[in-house]
Structures are given as C-alpha cells and as structure tokens.
C-alpha cells in the first residue's frame, strides 16, 4: 500500500512540476516603450553638484551624486572628474579647480564608543 501510495505521489508531483509554465520576461525588467527621463540622459553638467552618500568598502570607493554612483577617476560632466571620495567628502577637479563636495555631519552613521 505504501509503494502504491509513493508512487502516485511522485506522479501527481511530476504531472505538477509539468504544468507550471517558467515567467517568459522578467518581471523586474522596465515595461516595453520604458525610456530614461532627459534628466538621466543628458550630458550638460549640472548647475550644482549635491553629494548624497558615500560608500568605502574593501571593494573600492563610491559616492552618488545627483542620484548617480561615481568611483574615483570618473567624469560626472565633460570636463569634471571625481579626484578623491573620503569618509564625509568628495573632491572634483573641474579644468584643474578643485571643488570639496561634504556630506551633511548629521546622515554620518558612527561607531558607538559605549563599552
């Protein structure tokens, strides 16, 4: 009774397995038609830069300005690149001017010193 009992068990999973069909499309993929807005596909560099988070991991440095993520040595504009991104601040250098981007001190997340 029970191998009769497994084996109708094991067909009925088989026959179920069958049934479900695999997603065809990703669902996380932009609808068909999606294009980025101008705002995230122009090349004209922003009036002001504004420094929103910063990342330094053992897998490098990154900073997002303007909603974008930038590493050190990339441009953000034509004639602007990311010199250095350090705890609270990133420096760009913009026809050889620098220019010192700071987080706000109070979105700085820090160590507890309580024992």
């Known amino acids: 009774m029970k191998i009769?009992?497994?084996t109708l068990l094991t067909f009925l999973s088989?026959?179920?397995?069958?049934?479900?069909?695999?997603?065809?499309?990703?669902?996380?993929?932009?609808?068909?038609?999606?294009?980025?807005?101008?705002?995230?596909?122009?090349?004209?560099?922003?009036?002001?830069?504004?420094?929103?988070?910063?990342?330094?991991?053992?897998?490098?440095?990154?900073?997002?300005?303007?909603?974008?993520v930038y590493s050190e040595g990339q441009r953000i504009s034509a004639s602007t690149i990311i010199e250095k991104i350090d705890f609270g601040l990133v420096k760009l250098n913009s026809q050889g001017k620098t220019r010192v981007l700071s987080l706000n001190n109070a979105d700085i997340k820090k160590e507890s010193n309580a024992n």
């Open 4 to 6: 009769i009992l497994l």
């Open 14 to 68: 088989l026959a179920l397995s069958a049934a479900i069909k695999p997603l065809k499309t990703d669902p996380t993929q932009p609808k068909v038609g999606y294009t980025l807005s101008e705002r995230a596909t122009s090349t004209v560099a922003p009036t002001s830069w504004v420094l929103q988070a910063i990342n330094i991991s053992a897998f490098g440095r990154n900073a997002i300005i303007n909603g974008q």
